[in-house]
């Protein structure tokens, strides 16, 4: 991306919006030593199955060259991505050490631009989890060996991008949301920041969600329970982070010692996104 941002940038951005809602840029906040998060370098949204051609032609635009795709084989397989063979796609399985079928990905596939089979994805009345899942699966995305992989995969191809890279998982809520997350607290964003720009995931997906929450009224099901996986919380997010605090002691010493970083990939970093 120019140091300057296109002059249709925002226009670009909504009609990329049109279509995928969850579709946002990280940058354009404070960041740390009186900097800028950087606009136009780091988005986040959900799975970009099918985009329009408008669509399409928005991403190009934007200088998109990478996308980090979160998501389980079993997602990658059901709702494919069919990208030009100049935005490079990057198989980050974050989730790959959990069960194949968790309420996490079918919470996310709920929301999916595409639904194949709604009876695959739709919990019901067999719904098992909820709010203390959550918490553990938070903390699962700080610790698990794949997510450890994953998230090194997703910020080595932002340091390794010449344009633009977008990362997303099924919905770009939970996977997404802690990775994007990761990327804002190195940059030294406010944990205010953070947190409002996490809790945004609700509001932009309340009408993919609407259906799957009738199905679940409709079958007997639990609906606070589904509703606690669904939900973008600020108390899975803040478990996360305290996960990272008592383990490593902060983001910089985590991306090193978990996520294997050295410390020129973070100052190569920082240049990244930092202006």
């Known amino acids: ?30 960041a740390r030593d009186n900097r800028t998060f950087a606009q136009g370098v780091v988005f986040r949204t959900q799975a970009l199955v099918d985009p329009a051609p408008a669509v399409l032609d928005a991403l190009l635009e934007l200088d998109l060259c990478a996308v980090v795709d979160l998501r389980m084989d ?27 079928k ?14 194949l089979d709604k009876n695959a994805y ?16 938070y903390r699962n995305l700080v ?14 191809s932002l340091i390794n991008a010449e ?17 994007a997350a990761l990327i ?13 720009s996490y809790l945004e995931t609700n509001q932009n997906l309340i009408d993919r969600y609407a259906s799957a929450i009738e199905d679940v009224k409709n079958s007997g099901g639990d609906v606070e329970a589904f509703m606690a996986v669904v939900s973008s919380n600020s108390d899975y997010l803040a478990e996360a982070f305290a996960t990272v605090q008592s383990t490593y002691g902060g983001i910089d010493a985590y991306f090193i010692q978990g996520l294997g970083l050295n410390e020129n990939e973070l100052a190569l970093l920082e240049s990244r996104l930092l202006s």
């Open 1 to 30: 991306m120019a140091d300057t941002l296109l002059s249709n940038y925002d226009d670009l951005v909504a009609t990329v919006r049109s279509e995928y809602s969850n579709f946002r840029d990280l940058g354009g906040v404070a």
């Open 74 to 100: 079993h997602e990658r397989e059901e709702l494919q991505i069919d990208l030009p063979a100049s935005i490079e796609v990057v198989v980050a399985n974050v989730a790959g050490d959990m069960a194949r």
């Open 102 to 115: 968790n309420v996490v990905t079918q919470a996310g596939a709920a929301a999916a631009p595409r639904r």
């Open 122 to 137: 739709v919990p019901s009345a067999n719904l098992s989890g909820g709010y203390n899942m959550m918490m553990e699966m």
């Open 143 to 156: 610790n698990m060996d794949s997510a450890k992989r994953g998230y090194s995969q997703m910020l080595r």
């Open 163 to 179: 344009g633009a890279v977008a990362v997303f998982c099924a919905a770009g809520k939970d996977r997404t949301g802690w990775g």
């Open 184 to 196: 804002q607290s190195f940059a030294g964003v406010s944990e205010d920041v953070i947190t409002s």
